[in-house]
């Protein structure tokens, strides 16, 4: 299985303020996926970052609220913008390989 | 919509006291259903895939199944370590990206000594 890395593990910011979260994976991967995992709720796609095309978007996210990266195969970057404390939460990458395997997550907290 | 969920919210459990986690599930059509185990502070880790009614997979004291409508993840002779809480997601054939999961809250077993 993939080996998913995730840059911070975890951060405290300031409402107004932007993050941005890393991913990276040790094997070339087509599709990546960006998750949310907010407290008491279950784990919800944000969007899917794929290889030299846009990021597409799940109802209710926006690109100008988290706008993502992959400028190549093994990795990719999720900034949560205009940060609310509502933004607080666990964001995991996944990428898929013959399963989809998920990144340890990156813990935020808006104040 | 898909729609998956998850009962009991919580479980207690002694060690060796056999019990089964529930997945209820709602899809148009099902490519997969999907369990993981996730511990504190870590990503959800795959257990098991299964794509079709009457499909089981077995792994150390786990074992899904699966129905139409719901999908069961029996424990037997649970330890202290199958503590985490228990994820189910489906994957289906209506609209979106053809790889997304949609999961329920989750079962939070914990195994006393």
């Known amino acids: 299985s993939a080996v998913i890395s995730q840059k911070p593990s975890r951060d405290i910011c300031q409402r107004g303020t932007s993050l941005t979260i890393q991913c990276q994976v040790d094997s070339q991967v087509t599709m990546m996926f960006w998750y949310r995992q907010q407290p008491g709720q279950s784990l919800t796609l944000i969007a899917t970052?794929?290889?030299?095309?846009?990021?597409?978007?799940e109802s209710g996210f926006v690109i100008d609220k988290f706008p993502i990266s992959r400028p190549n195969l093994t990795f990719s970057t999720l900034t949560v913008s205009n940060m609310s404390p509502e933004d607080s939460s666990i964001y995991l990458c996944?990428?898929?390989?013959?399963?989809?395997?998920f990144g340890p997550g990156t813990r935020l907290t808006v104040l | 919509e898909d729609q998956v969920t998850q009962s009991p919210e919580a479980l207690r459990l002694q060690e060796g006291e056999s019990s089964s986690l529930n997945c209820s599930y709602t899809?148009?059509?099902?490519?997969?259903l999907f369990w993981y185990r996730q511990d504190p502070g870590k990503g959800p880790e795959f257990l098991f895939t299964?794509?079709?009614a009457g499909e089981e997979k077995e792994k150390e004291r786990l074992k899904a199944t699966l129905t139409k409508k719901e999908s069961f993840l029996h424990i037997t002779a649970p330890k202290p370590e199958d503590s985490a809480t228990y994820l189910c997601?489906?994957?289906?054939?209506?609209?979106?990206?053809?790889?997304?999961?949609?999961f329920g809250k989750g079962t939070l077993l914990t195994v006393n000594p």
């Open positions: 997601a489906v994957q289906g054939t209506s609209g979106g990206s053809n790889y997304k999961l949609t």
């Open positions: 996944s990428v898929v390989q013959h399963q989809q395997f």
């Open positions: 299964l794509y079709s």
């Open positions: 899809v148009s059509g099902l490519r997969g």
């Open positions: 970052a794929n290889q030299g095309s846009e990021a597409t978007y």
